[in-house]
């Protein structure tokens, strides 16, 4: 690490050798390892697990558990990850595995459950690896004598920062 705290100027070290010291420190970082942290590392950070990895066989998809969340636990959020793209962040209240039986045979009914399905069959189609995240809402937030639903807050807010296309597309019904 560089030390400011050498040189003249009241301890504040010298700007040129300053920038000199970073220069040669940062020569051989590119552009891209500088740059803000992928969708999924933001996600990450906060605590979204890999809960499961996504496959199609003859155009069957099938789901493969990575680290489920605990099945009381019903208050989740969820993200599919196409690729390297977080496409799409989603709340549930019915559980985890309820949730992603919805997006694994959607009903005739479950428009957005079926715009996830095709673009999952689609990325899967293409080669792209299809996973999905999760994240448990303790549940310990309150405010005074309420309780405080993180995930419901949360889902709007990572939607309105990331803006997973799935989540911006219009429900087609086909």
Not at 19 to 27: A, C
Not at 103 to 128: C, E, F, M, W
Request: net charge positive.
């Amino acid at each position: 690490m560089i030390s400011l705290t050498s040189g003249r100027n009241g301890g504040c070290g010298d700007l040129t050798t300053i920038v000199d010291g970073l220069h040669h420190r940062f020569r051989h970082v590119s552009v891209s390892q500088m740059s803000e942290p992928s969708a999924l590392d933001r996600l990450k950070k906060i605590g979204f697990e890999h809960a499961a990895t996504w496959r199609s066989k003859d155009g069957i998809l099938r789901r493969e558990p990575i680290k489920v969340p605990n099945k009381s636990c019903k208050n989740l959020l969820y993200a599919f990850v196409l690729g390297n793209e977080v496409a799409y962040i989603g709340a549930t209240r019915v559980g985890f595995e309820s949730r992603m039986r919805g997006h694994l045979k959607p009903g005739k009914s479950q428009i957005t459950n079926k715009k996830v399905n095709r673009a999952i069959l689609k990325a899967l189609s293409k080669g792209d690896h299809v996973d999905t995240y999760a994240f448990r809402d303790p549940g310990d937030q309150r405010a005074g004598e309420f309780e405080v639903d993180l995930a419901a807050g949360l889902e709007r807010s990572l939607i309105d920062r990331l803006k997973p296309r799935l989540n911006d597309l219009p429900c087609k019904e086909t």
